[in-house]
């Protein structure tokens, strides 16, 4: 069985400032890594995943985050934020070696971005 | 727009009722996923079916049940419902073809049991 911890449950940060989203997880087996993006009202959006290879992974729209297996850690990071990022964000891991995919999600941080 | 389609957006009932919510897949993907989001127990994965056959459960109680059509549409059957069933339902499809796998979610039925 897997857990996703997502520290932070609200992260205000003024526009153009630097964030980070924090992603703790445990697993017995090797995991794929998710970020997830939920807009006010809307359905969850996959902003980028790790399944493999480099450590380090880039959405299209300037989120990283990076892949750390001796910490557990998926933490999502952003340089300058825009209004337009204010929205929850959440982590998921699934199984990589047993076939079970279903997701395991963080409980969410909500990211105030504040003009 | 993700591609996978749910309807209805919102459904209003009274405890004991029993609701379907349904799901179409992205084109092409043969696996189904659903989730329940609520402010107490937040996203659970709920049940998974693969090209009309069950393939994993999650958290789903005895009053809950799923389908796969031969269509690879999907339902979900909630029964003698409860005030605390209320929450927003989400499905999800990805082809489960590789190993490498990514599910795609649609915009979700917001369930609210009166």
């Known amino acids: 069985a897997q857990s996703v911890t997502q520290l932070d449950s609200q992260v205000p940060v003024f526009e153009e400032a630097p964030v980070e989203l924090r992603c703790n997880y445990s697993?017995?087996?090797?995991?794929?890594l998710f970020w997830y993006v939920q807009y006010p009202n809307q359905g969850l959006q996959l902003l980028l995943k790790?399944?493999?290879?480099?450590?380090l992974v880039e959405s299209i729209n300037g989120f990283e985050a990076e892949f750390n297996k001796s910490q557990t850690s998926f933490h999502l990071r952003k340089p300058s934020v825009h209004i337009s990022d204010t929205a929850e964000y959440f982590c998921?891991?699934?199984?990589?070696?047993?076939?079970?995919?279903?997701?395991?999600f963080g409980s969410g941080t909500r990211l105030q971005v504040q003009p | 727009d993700s591609g996978v389609t749910q309807t209805p957006k919102h459904l209003i009932t009274a405890t004991g009722q029993r609701v379907t919510l349904r799901c179409s897949p992205r084109?092409?993907?043969?696996?189904v996923y659903w989730y329940q989001q609520s402010l107490d127990q937040g996203l659970q994965f709920l049940i998974q079916?693969?090209?009309?056959?069950?393939?994993a459960k999650g958290n789903i109680l005895e009053r809950f049940s799923a389908q796969q059509f031969p269509d690879l549409h999907s339902e979900l059957n909630l029964s003698s419902l409860e005030l605390g069933d209320s929450a927003l339902y989400f499905c999800?499809?990805?082809?489960?073809?590789?190993?490498?796998?990514?599910?795609?979610f649609g915009p979700g039925t917001r369930l609210l049991v009166l």
């Open positions: 998921a891991v699934s199984e990589m070696d047993t076939g079970r995919r279903a997701l395991t």
């Open positions: 999800a499809s990805s082809v489960l073809g590789g190993h490498q796998e990514t599910q795609y």
């Open positions: 084109s092409g993907d043969l696996s």
């Open positions: 790790y399944l493999s290879g480099s450590t």
């Open positions: 697993s017995s087996v090797s995991v794929y």
């Open positions: 079916y693969y090209n009309g056959e069950e393939r």
